[in-house]
C-alpha cells in the first residue's frame, strides 16, 4: 500500500520561504511523477508543479519564479520550496503521485497541511 | 493554460437520486480528464481516469463519459458518504488544472 506522508514548517511570515517535505512509502519511486497542489481556505485546488526520479520538473508558470521542487532519492522523498511567501501563499498543501500512464491521474495523496502566511 | 468549467457549483440532492456533474474544457483534452471527491479535512480520492476508467475499489455507482471538451460524471444513487465537493481535472496539458468545484448538499 503507497502511503504519502508530508511535513514543514505551518506558519510563515511574509516574505520568507516555505519549506515542505513528502516521503513515500511502499510502490515504486521510479515510474511516476511527485507533484505538490495546494488548495487555498475557500477555492479550489491548484497544481503547483512536479518532478520525477530523474530530477526532471515541470512548474506552472505563474509560480516559477518562486518554487523548487527536489528530490532524494536515497530517501524516496521529495519536497517543496516556494521562496518569497505572502498571505496569498496560505493554503493547505498537498503532495500527490501523479500515474504516467494511461490517465496520468493523482492515484496517492499526502495528508495535507496548512500552511499560514502571517505577520 | 486548459481552463475547466464545472456545473453546476453546487447541488442539493437526496439519498437515491441520480446526479450528474459536467465539465467543460476551453480545449480539447482528448481523455485525460479525471474525477476526485474531495471531503473536509481529508485529501482529494480519485474516483473516475482517463474519462471513463473507475478507480480500484471505487463503488460502481460512480462512472464518467466524455472525450474531447465535454465530460460528465454521474452517481447513479447517491450515498450519505457521497455528499461532498467533486472536481475535475485535466492532465493532457502542463499546467495541470481544475474545475472550480461542485459542492454536493443534502437536501
Known amino acids: 500500500q503507497v502511503q504519502l506522508q508530508q511535513w514543514g514548517a505551518g506558519l510563515l511570515k511574509p516574505s520568507e520561504t516555505l519549506s515542505l517535505t513528502c516521503a513515500v512509502f511502499g510502490g515504486s519511486f521510479s515510474g511516476y511523477y511527485w507533484s505538490w497542489i495546494r488548495q487555498p481556505p475557500g477555492k479550489g485546488l491548484e497544481w503547483i508543479g512536479e518532478i520525477n526520479r530523474s530530477g526532471n520538473t515541470n512548474y506552472i508558470p505563474s509560480l516559477k519564479s518562486r518554487v523548487t521542487i527536489s528530490v532524494d532519492t536515497s530517501k524516496n522523498q521529495f519536497s517543496l520550496n516556494l521562496s518569497s511567501v505572502t498571505a496569498a501563499d496560505t493554503a493547505v498543501y498537498y503532495c500527490a503521485r501523479r500515474v504516467h500512464f494511461h490517465g496520468y491521474h493523482f492515484d496517492y495523496w499526502g495528508q495535507g497541511a496548512l500552511v499560514t502566511v502571517s505577520s | 493554460d486548459i481552463q475547466l468549467t464545472q456545473s453546476p457549483s453546487s447541488l442539493a440532492a437526496s439519498v437515491g437520486d441520480r446526479v450528474t456533474i459536467t465539465c467543460r474544457a476551453s480545449?480539447?483534452?482528448?481523455?485525460?480528464l479525471s474525477w476526485y471527491q474531495h471531503k473536509p479535512g481529508k485529501a482529494p480520492k480519485v474516483l473516475i481516469y482517463a474519462a471513463s476508467s473507475l478507480q480500484s475499489e471505487v463503488p460502481s455507482r460512480f462512472s464518467g463519459s466524455g472525450s474531447g471538451t465535454d465530460f460528465t460524471l454521474t452517481i447513479s444513487s447517491l450515498q450519505p458518504e457521497d455528499f461532498a465537493t467533486y472536481y475535475c481535472q485535466q492532465s493532457h496539458t502542463s499546467p495541470y488544472t481544475f474545475g472550480q468545484g461542485t459542492k454536493l448538499e443534502i437536501k
Open positions: 480545449q480539447s483534452t482528448s481523455i485525460y
